[in-house]
């Protein structure tokens, strides 16, 4: 096996270890367009491990973060990023250690574009780590989920324009990332308030987060409507599923969906 075909195969398998809402709709995708969306999902979770990781002080945080953003504006220098991370090798998770091989398996005609948009992605993390991701009002809300998921939804609309030049409005493309991850807050509240995080705004109760979320997820619905090839289609349509479905588990006093739920959501899509 080539060396490019087995950090593919380790590609696979660390992003099935690391996301239970993408693996199974990455794979329904054709192998060049797959090859491109497992590196441009690994390599944005590749951050955002840095930016979660519960025993990283803020302060190396924001120096990972903002050093890593750097080195993503230019010729990916691998060596200079394992020196970066050196001192923390030993608590930082395989993803993270990683970075360079999931850039070196992405095509070059768009590789740079999965740089670019996780540069950005890792200096606003670097900003919201600062502030102690204090949320005080929607404004800020917006901006923190812009950086953590709003820039996945532009990031695969340029994906899908590169690929068959599927064309996809990108207000709604930001809808898209913020919205899921709208229903990522309202799932882990409880698991955030014990590290003493709070995303939702100054006098919002939950009634209000559960509105912002469903706005999202219907410009999500929106978003959707553009695109016409159907394993494009499929790729967007199981994660929106499993999170409008989330959404009304969470409403109905459920903590999240039950695996049954999930497999059965996603099974529906598969064979509409």
Not at 127 to 138: H, L
Not at 191 to 198: F, I, L, Q, S, Y
Not at 200 to 219: C, Q, S, V
């Amino acid at each position: 096996m080539s060396k490019d075909a087995s950090i593919q195969k380790d590609a696979m398998r660390v992003l099935k270890l690391t996301s239970r809402t993408f693996y199974i709709p990455i794979t329904l995708l054709k192998p060049k367009l797959k090859r491109t969306v497992a590196s441009a999902y690994l390599c944005m979770r590749a951050i955002d491990e840095i930016e979660d990781h519960e025993q990283m002080d803020s302060e190396t945080k924001q120096y990972l973060l903002r050093s890593t953003s750097t080195l993503l504006k230019t010729t990916f220098d691998d060596e200079k990023y394992q020196q970066l991370i050196k001192p923390h090798k030993s608590i930082l998770p395989e993803v993270t250690l990683r970075l360079g091989d999931w850039i070196s398996v992405c095509p070059d005609e768009i590789v740079d574009k999965i740089k670019e948009s996780t540069s950005i992605m890792a200096e606003g993390m670097a900003d919201w780590v600062e502030k102690d991701w204090d949320v005080k009002t929607e404004e800020d809300l917006d901006d923190y989920t812009y950086y953590v998921a709003g820039l996945v939804g532009l990031m695969l609309s340029d994906i899908w324009k590169w690929h068959d030049n599927t064309e996809t409005d990108r207000d709604l493309a930001i809808s898209y990332g913020r919205g899921l991850q709208a229903v990522n807050i309202l799932r882990n509240q409880d698991e955030d308030a014990e590290r003493g995080v709070r995303f939702i705004p100054e006098g919002w109760d939950r009634d209000d987060m559960f509105a912002y979320a469903t706005t999202n997820l219907h410009k999500a619905d929106e978003y959707i409507k553009d695109i016409k090839t159907r394993n494009i289609l499929l790729f967007c349509k199981i994660p929106l599923a499993l999170a409008h479905r989330t959404l009304n588990a969470l409403k109905s006093g459920q903590e999240k969906m039950s695996r049954y739920d999930v497999e059965t959501t996603v099974d529906e899509i598969i064979n509409e």
